[in-house]
């Protein structure tokens, strides 16, 4: 019994991939990594929306950044950039961390935004 | 050197672990071991190629490329899970039946030795890509390669003695009760990787969070504790989960567990006679 053809799942992740980006319109704020330390070492979210973080790891070898406040996790490779949504957050501050280097240390803060 | 034995016996340990639980769910089946130690190795080169690829994965698909790899590699590592314990549902009673009769392994075709060397691999792969990635990290930043290769000796050697001590454990289990027991502990296994799945693809922006951190229930197990830690690999456990990452949970724990009772319902009791028959295990509908 086959519950599915090999060639689905590949398939679905791109329809996935093409949906996602056609509703781009997500505040991005962007986060460095160099000489093995985040810049800025806190980062200011509105509160309840869904966040893109550019994680940029200006260093020659890879990172991992990684969330347990915000269960994230994702490879940095060196001299890359990769996107991480996080959110929506509750208003708080959320630890993130270099897993492959724990003296890289950083926040989320994510504030409510001012009345609509 | 203490970084390098830690993350790598983290990483060993989570797919030893879902090894000999696969190694003891296919008890009976002959020649399953060449089929997992195949799946060690192509999970290890699989590991090598991702790692040296990092970079361009991580570009791809608007630099959502490696959470989107990871939940393609846990959705293909479900659903042969989900196949293999509906597969052994129907003839895991018949398999014990024959493994008492006749005193060795059974042959079954290559149906479930094939889903076994997929879940091998899927485990390897994932883990391991990150073990090289880190030890390239640690390796760029300094670090001696001796304090290296000698953590990760024991990282390694470490993980695989508890996934040992698992199979060996397992194998307590009375026979009459095994394959029950073994069912449980994949269909929670399977749960879990769905729900870190449905993370990664909330982390890429392609599904809605649905509530991130329902409840947090760091304060009476957290998932940095060796238990914690233990319970997520086998059984999904975490401190904070997302709306999303619950969905996928109970979809998967139910949806295979009435496939389970439904089209994985056992064969007629295999009367004495029957059990000679090494082919009744072979057919799958």
């Not at chain 1, 329809?15 to 000489?35: E, H, M, N, R, W």
């Not at chain 1, 208003?91 to 935004?113: E, I, L």
């Not at chain 2, 290296?148 to 003695?161: E, P, R």
């Not at chain 2, 690999?233 to 009435?258: D, K, N």
Request: proline content about 5%.
């Amino acid at each position: 019994m086959k519950i599915l053809p090999n060639r689905v799942v590949p398939l679905a992740l791109m329809g996935l991939a093409v949906f996602g980006s056609a509703l781009a319109d997500v505040p991005q704020v962007s986060l460095t990594i160099k000489d093995q330390q985040f810049t800025p070492k806190q980062i200011q979210v509105p509160a309840r929306t869904k966040v893109e973080i550019r994680v940029n790891n200006e260093d020659r070898f890879p990172a991992e950044f990684e969330s347990s406040d915000m269960s994230r996790e994702v490879v940095v490779p060196g001299n890359s950039t990769v996107s991480v949504y996080i959110g929506p957050l509750p208003p708080g501050r959320y630890n993130f961390f270099n897993d492959f280097n724990h003296a890289a240390q950083g926040w989320v803060v994510s504030t409510p935004q001012p009345s609509k | 050197m203490f970084a390098a034995a830690v993350i790598v016996f983290r990483e060993v340990l989570e797919a030893a672990l879902i090894i000999s639980i696969v190694l003891g769910a296919s008890r009976g089946v002959a020649a399953r071991g060449r089929w997992v130690a195949g799946g060690v190795v192509a999970g290890i080169i699989g590991a090598c190629i991702v790692a040296v690829s990092a970079g361009v994965i991580a570009r791809s698909f608007s630099n959502v490329g490696q959470p989107l790899l990871d939940a393609g590699i846990l959705i293909a590592a479900v659903l042969t899970l989900s196949w293999h314990n509906i597969w052994m549902a129907k003839h895991g009673r018949s398999l014990a039946t024959q493994v008492k009769a006749l005193g060795h392994d059974v042959q079954t075709g290559n149906k479930p030795l094939t889903a076994l060397m997929v879940i091998t691999l899927t485990a390897v792969m994932r883990e391991g890509s990150e073990i090289v990635l880190f030890l390239w990290a640690i390796a760029a930043s300094g670090a001696t390669r001796f304090g290296m290769l000698s953590g990760s000796a024991v990282g390694l050697i470490a993980g695989s003695l508890v996934g040992v001590l698992l199979y060996r454990g397992l194998l307590f289990i009375p026979l009459r009760h095994f394959f029950g027991i073994t069912s449980w502990l994949i269909l929670l296994l399977t749960a879990g990787l769905a729900s870190e799945a449905a993370g990664f693809l909330n982390q890429a922006g392609l599904l809605p969070a649905l509530g991130q951190g329902l409840w947090n229930s760091s304060a009476i197990l957290s998932q940095d504790s060796v238990l914690g830690q233990l319970l997520h690999i086998l059984a999904g456990y975490t401190a904070r989960p997302s709306g999303i990452e619950l969905v996928f949970y109970l979809t998967t724990l139910v949806g295979v567990f009435t496939l389970m009772r439904t089209i994985g319902r056992p064969m007629r009791e295999g009367k004495p006679q029957a059990a000679q028959k090494t082919e009744t295990v072979s057919q799958f509908p």
